[in-house]
């Protein structure tokens, strides 16, 4: 499991409105238990007014929106398989939580 893996939603109910979650927690904290995630809405949800806080996201040629404030802890059995990988927009997603996290 590394920083920015894309799952599917491991809620199957959910997955109409949030198909996927990215994983931000740093590949340095090992907690055992949990992985931080952050839910990508799909593209036929209203983004939200704030696009600095709910950036769009592309994952495979699709645009998501990053539901910031919707930030969840999954068991890693939780999480299978990573589709992709994020590392490319860290920079939007960090934005998007120091935003959340500090105002800034």
Not at 5 to 19: A, F, G, K, Q, T
Not at 53 to 82: C, G, M, Q, W
């Amino acid at each position: 499991m590394a920083q920015f893996d894309v799952y599917p939603h491991p809620i199957e109910e959910l997955r109409s409105i949030y198909p996927f979650v990215v994983q931000v927690q740093s590949d340095f904290l090992r907690a055992p238990e949990a992985r931080i995630t952050l839910p990508l809405a799909t593209p036929s949800v209203e983004a939200p007014p704030m696009s600095r806080l709910n950036p769009k996201i592309n994952v495979s040629d699709t645009v998501f929106v990053l539901d910031t404030l919707h930030i969840v802890a999954y068991e890693p059995s939780d999480l299978r398989r990573p589709i992709t990988n994020l590392r490319e927009q860290a920079d939007v997603i960090w934005d998007a939580l120091d935003y959340a996290l500090h105002g800034y």
